[in-house]
């Protein structure tokens, strides 16, 4: 059974940085791919930055350049490191490994 705690979320001003882990257990990590999905208000849920197991990266235009996704398979642990942070960055940031989801911790970037 895999699960999945997420943490590093909270209120920051537009500029500021943030980074988000994903600690996953009863997986096999290093074979899993890994997603940071965010979801604001209203809006339908995205796909922010995707690491294949091999290391290979892809980010949403929104976020090129700003946020980056890095893995440490020996914690079993994923990473969103975000920087330049914009109040449209505003949503629940989930992480996704072998299609479960975490609970989602929420990310405020205030004007």
């Known amino acids: 059974q895999v699960q999945l705690v997420e943490s590093g979320g909270g209120l920051v001003q537009a500029g500021g940085s943030l980074r988000l882990s994903c600690a996953a257990s009863?997986?096999?990590?290093?074979?899993?791919?890994v997603g940071w999905y965010r979801q604001a208000p209203g809006k339908q849920r995205e796909l922010v930055a995707f690491?294949?197991?091999?290391?290979?990266?892809n980010y949403a235009d929104s976020v090129k350049g700003r946020f980056t996704i890095s893995r440490d398979n020996a914690k079993n642990t994923a990473y969103l490191q975000m920087n330049s942070l914009r109040p449209e960055d505003t949503a629940v940031y989930y992480c996704?490994?072998?299609?479960?989801w975490g609970q989602g911790t929420q990310v405020t970037v205030s004007s």
């Open positions: 996704n490994v072998s299609t479960t």
């Open positions: 690491s294949f197991y091999n290391g290979r990266t």
């Open positions: 009863g997986v096999d990590f290093s074979l899993s791919a």
